[in-house]
């Protein structure tokens, strides 16, 4: 009898890992179950943008069908550009899922309806485990978009998502405490970031570009004190930057990772992993996941993982936009 090949041998030991998913974003299956689902759900996370590359109106972008009509008329109008980007690394898992949960391999006007069909008689409580379960996902950080947490399941952990507010942060402070100094704010933050971590989060989120200002603390006190007389202090003021920076104190305090998205979206020059090894100099105490390795962006951010003991890279997500880099 033959024996298996090298490969064939690794391929079953995969099959046998427990997998920790450390990157997603879920909502809470409470609410999934009150969706209608169609084959735009898909879509939605990563494809639609390419599609969007490839000449889909924006004003098509996150457009959920609401019944079967709807994702039929929908699909009639998006099909031109699925086929133009079907075979790319984007769409790759969508057809592979296709293949594993509906036994077909393609987004035609026939299967879509076969795919609405069963994903609307599978969307029950229980669902969620029992696909997690098949993918072998012991684990899952999730990082609501929404604010969710735990959604009461064992499986699940959060963290906390990047702020997309620092003004309305600091305002918000000032609202319950209208004389709050710099000093203070931070106390108020490392509290909020504690009680997150009491209630089970592991990590909080930033973002590479969110560094790319030097966090010249003089000027950001100015601006701190600009933006408390109702003015608003420049895009690229070093307040945030001197913000984000005391925040990764506050995780190595707290022992929350501090988890970086780099590379892949939008203008990603701006979400180079370069900026990274210096916060990585100034924050040794600080637990680092730096998500995406960087792509496209892979070799010097390999570099930050070999350089610092306290710096892990984190290739989620990483197979989807590209196997050849990935490798």
Not at 51 to 75: C, K, N, T, V, W
Not at 109 to 138: D, M, Q, W
Not at 146 to 155: I, S
């Amino acid at each position: 009898m033959k024996s298996a090949s090298v490969y064939e041998q690794l391929y079953a030991y995969s099959k046998t890992l427990a997998i920790v998913d450390t990157h997603e974003h879920f909502i809470s299956e409470e609410w999934h179950v009150n969706r209608y689902l169609s084959f735009f759900d898909y879509l939605m996370s990563y494809v639609q943008w390419d599609m969007h590359s490839a000449g889909m109106p924006a004003s098509l972008l996150r457009r959920y069908p609401q019944d079967e009509g709807q994702a039929e008329e929908m699909f009639r109008i998006i099909e031109p550009f699925w086929k133009l980007v079907k075979y790319g690394s984007y769409a790759r898992p969508v057809r592979l899922s296709l293949q594993h949960f509906h036994g077909v391999d393609d987004l035609t006007p026939e299967t879509i309806r076969k795919i609405g069909a069963e994903l609307n008689a599978a969307n029950r409580p229980g669902h969620y485990e029992e696909v997690f379960s098949r993918a072998r996902i012991c684990r899952i950080i999730n990082q609501s978009i929404y604010g969710e947490t735990g959604f009461g399941a064992p499986r699940f952990v959060h963290g906390i998502v990047k702020e997309e507010d620092p003004p309305g942060r600091i305002r918000q402070f000032w609202s319950e405490y209208p004389d709050g100094t710099y000093a203070e704010y931070l106390e108020w933050t490392k509290g909020r970031m504690q009680e997150a971590a009491r209630a089970g989060c592991v990590l909080k989120k930033f973002f590479a570009d969110g560094f790319l200002t030097p966090p010249d603390r003089k000027t950001a006190m100015k601006d701190f004190e600009l933006l408390r007389r109702g003015q608003e202090p420049p895009a690229e003021s070093p307040l945030y930057s001197v913000i984000l920076h005391d925040q990764l104190d506050i995780c190595g305090e707290l022992g929350l990772v501090a988890a970086v998205h780099t590379g892949v979206w939008g203008d990603i020059g701006r979400l180079s992993p370069m900026p990274l090894f210096a916060v990585a100099e100034q924050h040794p105490d600080t637990v680092f996941d730096v998500y995406h390795m960087g792509m496209p962006f892979v070799r010097e951010c390999a570099f930050l993982g070999k350089n610092y003991p306290h710096v892990y890279l984190n290739l989620c997500w990483s197979h989807c936009v590209s196997e050849q880099i990935s490798r």
